[in-house]
Each structure stands twice: as C-alpha cells, then as structure tokens.
C-alpha cells in the first residue's frame, strides 16, 4: 500500500522559504502513471492544489501562487519537495501531499505550518 508521509518545521518566519518533503513507501516515485502533489488548507478555507511532479520528473504549479513554488524530487531517497518563497502569514495551512495513479490515490496526514514572527 502507498503511504505518505509530510516533514519539516512546524514554524516559519515571514519572508523565509517553506521547506517540506514528502517521504513515499509502497511504490516508486519514478513509476508510470503517478502524480505527486502538494495541496494545502488554510484555516478555515478549502484546499487549494499548489503543483505536482509527475513519474518522469516534469513538475506544474497552480496559477495563484506559481511565482513562488518550486516542486522537486530525490529519486535516491524516494521523496519529493516543496519550496514556498517569501512566506506570508497567509501561507499558515495544513500541507498535504497526495498520489494520483492506478491505486485510486492516498494523502499524507498532512503537516500544520504556521508562519509566523
């Protein structure tokens, strides 16, 4: 079974860089017909997609926040990244990652971030 998992500090301060990596067992992150994403909720709103990275390492990024995301992958360890630039306390949100592929798709539990002084 796919499983998930979110890491990285629980705190950021405004204007720093959002750093969080998505740990992934049950299946390579290099096999065909995967996804991997990175979606956020912020309190009291609904989810918003922020970008994938797909089997063959091509990432794309939801057009609100596209300036300042960076999505990428270390194949050796089996993980992939998330980078938020010049954070804001509008980015304070539960980061999820997620796969979409042939399993009908799993979520990490998701990690809160706050941004914050």
């Known amino acids: 079974q796919v499983q998930l998992q979110e890491l990285g500090p629980g705190l950021v301060k405004p204007s720093q860089t959002l750093s969080l990596t998505c740990t992934v067992s049950?299946?390579?992150?290099?096999?065909?017909?995967?996804?991997w994403h990175w979606i956020r909720q912020p309190p009291g709103k609904g989810l918003e997609w922020l970008g994938d990275i797909n089997a063959g390492g091509a990432a794309a990024y939801g057009p609100s926040l596209k300036s300042r995301t960076s999505i990428s992958r270390d194949t050796s360890r089996n993980q992939f990244s998330l980078q938020l630039t010049s954070v804001t306390p509008e980015d304070t949100a539960v980061y999820y990652c997620a796969e979409t592929g042939p399993g009908g798709g799993h979520w990490g539990q998701g990690i809160l971030v706050t941004v914050s002084s």
């Open positions: 049950g299946v390579s992150i290099t096999t065909g017909q995967y996804w």
